[in-house]
């Protein structure tokens, strides 16, 4: 059976491609998606994708990833900085997490220099455009497939 990794998008990442794309780039999250699911193939990996501006929803989604999925890349987008919640449903998570980040959050506003987030996080992936989520891929594939 081929192991799943689910890609988790926060909010406002639905708009990528459009918001801000002198930080975020021009690519939209279907061609992410896109790109992540080829090279999933490649690397003999499944892809879900999930996407929500709710906060609630994202936890729900970690929940139902327990037992199911071989691992998780999440961009949890604001939430990183203020999600105790999404942190401690990744604590229950017992697979690895790769937390990406379009832009250097460290480069941008203080507010956005804290990631809960990367508390619960084996890797974290920052400043590198939606190349991130592949390069987070390839760390999962060799977690998980060796």
Request: proline letters at 3%; charged letters at 20%.
């Amino acid at each position: 059976m081929t192991p799943t990794i689910l890609i988790i998008n926060g909010p406002n990442l639905n708009l990528l491609g459009k918001r801000q794309p002198e930080i975020y780039g021009r690519d939209t999250l279907a061609d992410v998606i896109a790109a992540c699911t080829q090279l999933g193939q490649e690397l003999g990996l499944g892809i879900a994708d999930f996407q929500s501006n709710h906060e609630g929803a994202i936890i729900d989604r970690i929940h139902e990833a327990r037992g199911t999925t071989a691992g998780i890349i999440i961009n949890p987008g604001a939430y990183s900085h203020t999600s105790v919640a999404i942190l401690d449903a990744l604590n229950i998570y017992e697979d690895p997490v790769i937390e990406v980040h379009i832009s250097n959050i460290h480069k941008r506003e203080s507010f956005r220099h804290h990631s809960y987030i990367s508390h619960r996080a084996d890797g974290v992936i920052a400043g590198l455009g939606v190349e991130g989520y592949q390069l987070a891929l390839r760390r999962l594939a060799t977690l998980v497939v060796g």
